[in-house]
């Protein structure tokens, strides 16, 4: 018998070592070698597709049950979902909701605990860029983190108007403050909801009340009839999945980096930066679909109905693609793009700086929170400094045309109209791939200028640099270029500067007196 139990044994071990060694072919890490991507990247699509087998879950056997039970999935699964991507890093998160909860019992609802908030949350998060930051884009656990940050600030500011006066607050403040006095578990189930953990959407502590307590459904005592509005954001979402997918061996940042991109025409140079700056906003594209998917899905997207009684499941939309596709005007990107988290800083921020009475100061100021909100990198800054100036620019040219009587006749003739909106788009989409090369290269050193010595060591080789700030990661084994924004004359900065300082002596030639008094009455 003992023989036969060692043969077993043995048969057991033999099988197990088979299993291990099959399981280690299939490991992540080699399928995402064979897909042309990193783990983390195939973590994080594996997690956000997660999140259709969650929902289906959750609308099935969760969607009118008890409220505890409904906080304790959405923190079971977030909190999988997190340490699948993060492993034990995953205590950051957790860290920051649990003192959230406090500063909101011990504090209570005073402005002390929102300034609080924002100085804790916020802190934490640029603490996590500086000490995890490359020269590259990581994924790592400060990109939920940032989504998280966001989430706790705008709770804390709910919580103190949910203590003040109604009638004091606003329509859009009283449709968001917190009259109840929300429990760890709530927070948590709010935090770590899956389907929006990782990369957004915002919402409210409000809407997820909403979802726990079975109100958002359009079907009044049973499950939210949202399949096909979810499977379509789905779809579109894997649309723009193939398509980057397929394009993104082909057209990257680090060929920007290259002595092949300056040595090419200066037309080259400014067509590859237009369809590289379009196609990279692809990535983020993909995921929002993706995830707004599942949030309709959960009922999360429920949104009322329209005046012919249709439902509507855009509350947490982060897209509006054809706005997106279409638009020839950088608002209209602006409007398109992010979308809940443009809400946010507008809801959270700009609004708040009402207080200042300068419009343009107050955006300014929005956008540097925003530009720190994303990383302490340069390439924010320039990013969105850029953003700043082509928004103003942007409306003092259509004031102009709207206002000048020769230039508003010329913009409506018929026959010309195919060739302004080519003209345009190609304006918009070569600027936007302009602020985007800071945005996505991070470090001056790369958008601006790399040092003669680094060039020295890495032109022409492999490499992997581990000091923060330097060309980290392996570029192809082109010689690297000194100045990216340089190949093309600065050409961002130079013509919208030069308009800004144009434009305003332009209307003063060619609207008439009478068009300025009106506009002064």
């Not at 394009?247 to 080259?268: A, K, Q, V």
Request: charged share 15%; with cysteine.
């Amino acid at each position: 018998m003992a023989s036969s139990a060692e043969g077993d044994e043995g048969t057991v071990v033999a099988l197990a070592g088979v299993l291990q060694s099959g399981f280690q072919e299939l490991s992540l890490n080699k399928l995402a070698t064979s897909l042309g991507a990193s783990e983390q990247a195939l973590r994080l699509i594996i997690s956000i597709f997660l999140g259709y087998p969650f929902a289906l879950f959750y609308r099935h056997y969760l969607f009118y049950k008890e409220s505890y039970l409904i906080h304790l999935y959405h923190t079971f699964t977030g909190l999988s979902i997190a340490y699948f991507n993060f492993g034990n890093q995953l205590y950051h998160s957790l860290l920051c909701i649990v003192l959230q909860f406090l500063i909101l019992r011990l504090m209570g609802r005073t402005i002390t605990a929102v300034l609080t908030t924002f100085c804790f949350q916020m802190a934490y998060l640029l603490a996590g860029y500086y000490y995890t930051a490359t020269g590259n884009y990581d994924i790592k656990w400060t990109m939920p983190h940032c989504v998280l940050t966001l989430k706790l600030i705008g709770l804390a500011v709910d919580y103190f108007d949910g203590g003040k006066d109604q009638n004091s607050l606003s329509s859009e403040q009283q449709k968001y403050a917190i009259r109840g006095v929300p429990s760890l578990l709530e927070v948590a189930g709010f935090s770590y909801f899956y389907g929006a953990f990782l990369v957004g959407p915002q919402f409210s502590m409000n809407h997820y009340m909403k979802l726990v307590q079975g109100e958002l459904t359009d079907i009044p005592g049973k499950i939210p009839n949202s399949t096909i509005p979810a499977l379509k954001r789905l779809s579109l979402g894997l649309f723009y999945l193939v398509g980057y997918t397929l394009l993104s061996p082909h057209i990257t940042e680090d060929y920007l980096l290259t002595e092949d991109y300056d040595n090419h025409p200066f037309w080259f140079r400014c067509m590859y930066m237009l369809i590289w700056g379009k196609f990279v906003l692809y990535k983020y594209v993909t995921c929002w679909l993706v995830t707004e998917g599942v949030c309709i899905l959960t009922g999360l997207g429920f949104n009322g109905f329209e005046e012919k009684g249709k439902a509507k499941w855009d509350a947490c939309a982060n897209m509006k693609v054809w706005l997106f596709e279409t638009n020839p005007r950088f608002t209209g990107t602006i409007a398109s793009f992010n979308i809940n988290t443009n809400a946010w800083v507008a809801r959270y921020f700009f609004k708040r700086l009402k207080f200042l009475g300068n419009k343009e100061l107050s955006q300014g100021l929005s956008l540097l929170f925003l530009a720190l909100w994303h990383g302490l990198h340069s390439g924010y800054l320039v990013c969105f400094q850029m953003e700043f100036l082509i928004v103003i620019v942007e409306r003092q040219a259509a004031r102009l045309i709207q206002q000048s009587p020769t230039l508003s006749n010329l913009a409506a003739i018929t026959a010309l109209q195919p060739f302004y909106y080519l003209v345009q788009q190609t304006i918009h989409w070569l600027f936007m791939g302009y602020s985007m090369t800071a945005f996505c290269l991070f470090t001056w050193d790369k958008w601006l200028k790399a040092s003669e010595g680094l060039l020295m060591r890495l032109g022409g080789t492999h490499c992997n640099l581990g000091q923060r700030g330097m060309l980290h990661a392996c570029l192809p084994q082109w010689p690297l270029s000194p100045q990216v924004y340089k190949s093309i004359y600065f050409l961002g900065h130079v013509f919208f500067l030069s308009l800004l300082f144009i434009l305003p002596y332009v209307h003063k030639a060619m609207v008439p007196r009478k068009e300025k008094l009106k506009k002064m009455e």
